[in-house]
């Protein structure tokens, strides 16, 4: 076999550490079970059953048809270098991934780079993807056998319990001619959902899809109060300025929302205290009594910068990752949209309209679904060359801003079952005299 070479694509004997499972190799192909004996005479059979000790057992060793399940890992290894493992499996033992070696943590590739100020051009962190993904040889492989087994009806939960945020959803994939398989973008080829540990709950997205459904219930920060008129055709209960009343309706067990909507800032930090939304601390809301969410038929919407990324709470001394997302999953939502990076509010503005409008257009297309189309559409809109002009030049400067408002469809994440609907309440006509 040959040797992985060290550096950006691998780091051989790394020991995979951090929140989450462990990674383990593949479990093997399980024997035929054994023919029944009669117990011979000489062996006493006990009067009462015998109780045995409980086993681990991954409950989603069994994925229904169609479904996949990427899972990713911490792992460290030199000194002051981070790593992932990657495994992989769906309905079929034959279809597994499992990372013969780390991959190193791609820092500059990451979407909150691209943030007010920063000098990374847009078109830098999009070949970037394509590059490393060539490095990633044996996951856009697995991913290939299951786009030629299971077509559009392919559904990728990424179960990514590291704080890296690396956007898989950008994932350059390769065509197959043979299999009809075309080349692109994971996000824009693939149902593709996050997921990540939620510890106290155990909930996982392989069980039953959630049917979401209701008036919708938002909140907005003043510079952001144009959202509300994303809703417009929807029964809404609006709350704009302060989230004082916004969080006091989620104490109401007969709320009967299907969608929980803030469009508001957040903040993002390393630490607990560091993390905020509507000027709310992470502490604060993970301390707010959320029985509305309990049912699991509401959709949580997060239209707040880096609302979708995760930090590992090892400072307050557990072994996890929190965040907003997790936070509300936690609490009871059928799943969450959130953002991995910082969107400016007029451009926020626009994509979401555009998202929320493909949600809820069909009741019956699913969440991720939506989201699927949503980024196939951003990426017909690439320029073709990417780049290729002179660097300060006028076109250069428009190439580089379409690029990034790709970049910015990609940073609204969703997190939960792959098969979940939106169906919201259309406000009565007025009957005019």
């Known amino acids: 076999m040959s040797a992985e070479p060290s550096g950006p694509r691998g780091l051989g004997g790394a020991i995979p550490l951090g929140p989450g499972m462990p990674a383990r190799p593949p479990a ?51 000194p002051g270098q981070d790593a992932f493992w990657l495994t992989g499996h769906s309905g079929e033992l034959e279809s597994r991934l499992d990372s013969e070696y780390t991959r190193l943590r791609p820092d500059d590739l990451v979407l909150h780079n691209l943030r007010p100020g920063s000098s990374m ?7 970037g993807l394509a590059e490393w993904s060539r490095g990633q040889e044996p996951l856009v492989r697995w991913i290939n056998v299951l786009r030629a087994r299971h077509g559009a009806e392919l559904q990728l939960v990424v179960w990514d319990d590291t704080d890296y945020d690396i956007p898989w959803e950008l994932l350059h994939l390769t065509g197959d001619q043979e299999h009809g398989l075309v080349s ?10 996050r997921w990540t540990t939620v510890r106290e709950a155990g909930t996982t997205p392989f069980g039953t899809p959630a049917s979401c459904s209701g008036h919708v219930l938002g909140y907005y920060a003043e510079q952001m109060r144009r959202d509300v008129e994303v809703f417009e055709e929807y029964v809404h209960r609006a709350h704009i300025g302060t989230p004082r009343t916004f969080l006091t309706e989620l104490t109401r067990p007969d709320l009967g929302a299907g969608l929980v909507y803030m469009g508001c800032h957040a903040e993002y930090g390393a630490r607990a205290h560091e993390v905020r939304i509507a000027s709310v ?13 309990r049912d699991g038929s509401t959709l949580v919407c997060l239209n707040a910068c880096e609302s979708g990324r995760l930090f590992d709470n090892r400072g307050r001394g557990e072994n ?16 969450c949209i959130a953002t991995s990076g910082k969107v400016g509010d007029d451009i926020a503005h626009l994509l979401i309209k555009e998202l929320v409008g493909r949600v809820c257009a069909d009741p019956d297309l699913p969440v991720a679904r939506a989201l699927r189309e949503f980024r196939a559409s951003a990426v017909a809109r690439l320029p073709d060359p990417l780049s290729w002009l002179d660097v300060g030049s006028r076109a250069y400067t428009e190439r580089q801003q379409e ?25 009565a006509q007025e009957v005019r005299a």
């Open 320 to 335: 996890a990752l929190r965040g907003f997302a997790e936070l509300f999953l936690r609490k009871g939502a059928g799943g």
């Open 403 to 427: 690029i990034l408002l790709v970049l910015y469809s990609f940073m609204f994440l969703y997190f939960g079952h792959p098969l979940t609907t939106l169906r919201l309440r259309v406000r």
């Open 121 to 127: 051009p847009p078109s830098e962190i999009l070949l």
């Open 281 to 293: 601390s992470w502490s604060d809301l993970n301390r707010q009594a959320m029985p509305a969410l």
């Open 184 to 193: 692109g973008i994971l996000g824009a080829l693939v149902t593709v959902v």
């Open 28 to 78: 093997p192909e399980p024997l035929a079970a054994p023919r029944p004996a009669a117990v011979p005479e000489h062996v006493a059979e006990p009067s009462e059953a015998v109780r045995l000790p409980a086993a681990p057992v991954d409950p989603d060793a069994r994925l229904p048809a169609g479904f996949a399940k990427l899972s990713v890992q911490r792992a460290y290894g030199e």
